[in-house]
């Protein structure tokens, strides 16, 4: 197994797979810093077997708080809170009801001890002792693992533990005094958590314990053993059939969610065939019968050919584009219209979007006649264009790899450069520059701050 998993608490809120870098642990990381701001008071952590790369084992990258965040250790009542899990909820519930049984027991036993009437009080306290101790390890190894409360150690802990304070009475030399309380019971209870097999075992081995204990000696003891036997047996049977219904019906919720999981991803799936059949007859097949109708014409065909894949690419990558208006959709724009007005193509390339002003309208008029200047001069086939916005700033490149001219031998009637592209970009506090010479191409950068 490698990977990294982000845990608010004892709750996972990001995981990285496999041999992540930083980049990606630290986006898991913020992901965990935002989720602890709505649950206050859990210690972050970022642990797993590729923080950093290349580590071996176990590592723990901690997180700050935020200071009015209090330091909370949680419980292990708290490692579950947010699971939904069967077995899980099965297990919580039966260290809780060790603990009852366990304080029952103690409870009953100190009790005893109180009123002096025992004559070797020291199997009492040997009891007291026990119970506390085992309480405190249950609680200790659920923290660390929470299936330890139900495994083959635990429940053996359970029914020798059991059978000692059904003994304990006799053993201190008070017989009539009762200091097991509840607890037997819910070590079968316990155990049918783990499997049928073992809450069977459980209730047999108890009442062997209870049939030595009582013995047949009088009609009291043997009604009184007779009871303790169908209680732990029917106990027992009635513990794991009542699981066994909520197992059951779990299983065949989870079938049923993955049903209708299954059923909206096939209806997904079946519409999205459908919109896609839709557009391919809209689109492409139209354009298609265009072609073979204005076979003759190459120009007209290369450019229903350029519209049509211009087209294609926006809606398999990017959408539909409804709603959306900026740079980059008036830069495509302008392309579409050079394209299909002077036959070339414009390939643009953008990086982030900046929404419509009154500086992105100069940026786009500027481009623009960069653009037709380098269609209707360059005598190249294709003009390149990209776009960046930064946090500050905007700049549009327009490159051609035509001809090429020499600025300063532009005739000063001729004011398409200066006034159109340089003094419009300087009229909204930008610079425009033009970069070119005789055969090497023409490159316009443009930029405008935000």
Same mark, same amino acid.
């Given at each position: 197994m490698s990977g990294t998993e982000v845990v608010v608490g004892?709750?996972?809120? &990001?995981?990285?797979? &496999?041999?992540?870098?930083?980049?990606?642990?630290?986006?898991a990381v913020t992901n965990a810093t935002t989720a602890a701001t709505t649950i206050r008071g859990w210690e972050v952590r970022c642990t797993g077997w590729s923080v950093p790369a290349g580590s071996v084992g176990p590592t723990e990258v901690p997180i700050e708080r935020a200071p009015d965040q209090p330091r909370r250790r949680s419980s292990v009542f708290d490692r579950?809170?947010?699971?939904?899990?069967l077995e899980v909820a099965f297990r919580r519930i039966a260290l809780g009801a060790r603990l009852v049984g366990l304080a029952w027991m103690a409870v009953l036993t100190a009790l005893a001890l109180a009123s002096a009437g025992l004559a070797r009080p020291v199997h009492g306290w040997a009891l007291v002792a026990a119970a506390v101790a085992w309480g405190s390890v249950s609680v200790i190894g659920a923290r660390r693992r929470l299936d330890f409360v139900t495994s083959r150690g635990s429940v053996a802990v359970d029914v020798a533990l059991?059978?000692?304070?059904?003994?304990?009475?006799s053993l201190a030399g008070s017989p009539d005094q009762l200091f097991y309380g509840g607890y037997p019971l819910i070590v079968v209870a316990v155990a049918a958590v783990r499997s049928r097999r073992a809450v069977?075992?459980?209730a047999a081995v108890l009442s062997g314990v209870s049939l030595a204990r009582l013995g047949i000696r009088s009609l009291a003891g043997t009604v009184e053993a007779a009871s303790q036997v169908i209680t732990y047996t029917v106990g027992a049977f009635i513990f794991w059939w009542v699981l066994e219904v909520l197992r059951r019906s779990?299983?065949?919720?989870?079938?049923?969610?993955?049903?209708?999981?299954? +059923?909206?991803?096939?209806? =997904?799936r079946a519409e999205e065939r459908s919109e896609m059949a839709a557009h391919l007859h809209d689109s492409v097949l139209q354009t298609l019968a265009l072609i073979q109708r204005s076979?003759?014409?190459?120009?007209?065909? +290369?450019s229903l050919a350029r519209a049509q894949e211009r087209e294609l690419r926006r809606w398999l990558f990017e959408g539909d584009g409804e709603g959306r208006d900026g740079l980059v959709e008036a830069?495509?724009?302008?392309?579409?219209?050079?394209e299909d007005r002077y036959r070339v193509r414009v390939e643009v390339v953008t990086v982030g979007d900046a929404e419509a002003s009154p500086r992105v309208g100069a940026l786009v008029a500027a481009a623009r006649e960069a653009i037709v200047n380098a269609a209707r001069h360059s005598g190249e086939?294709?003009? =390149?264009?990209?776009?960046?916005? +930064?946090?500050?700033?905007?700049?549009?490149?327009?490159?051609d790899r035509g001809r090429g001219f020499d600025p300063t031998a532009v005739p000063a009637d001729r004011r398409g450069v200066s006034d159109s592209i340089v003094a419009r970009i300087e009229r909204v506090g930008g610079r425009a520059t033009v970069s070119s010479s005789p055969g090497t191409g023409t490159e316009v950068q443009l930029e405008v701050s935000r």
């Open positions: 004892e709750v996972v809120v &990001g995981t990285v797979v &496999g041999g992540a870098g930083g980049e990606a642990v630290q986006a579950l809170v947010d699971r939904d899990d059991a059978g000692y304070a059904l003994f304990a009475p069977m075992s459980t779990e299983r065949e919720r989870q079938e049923a969610l993955e049903a209708v999981a299954e +059923a909206r991803a096939q209806a =997904a076979a003759a014409d190459t120009d007209q065909v +290369a830069l495509r724009a302008v392309a579409d219209e050079v086939r294709e003009v =390149a264009v990209f776009a960046e916005v +930064a946090d500050d700033r905007m700049v549009v490149y327009v490159r």
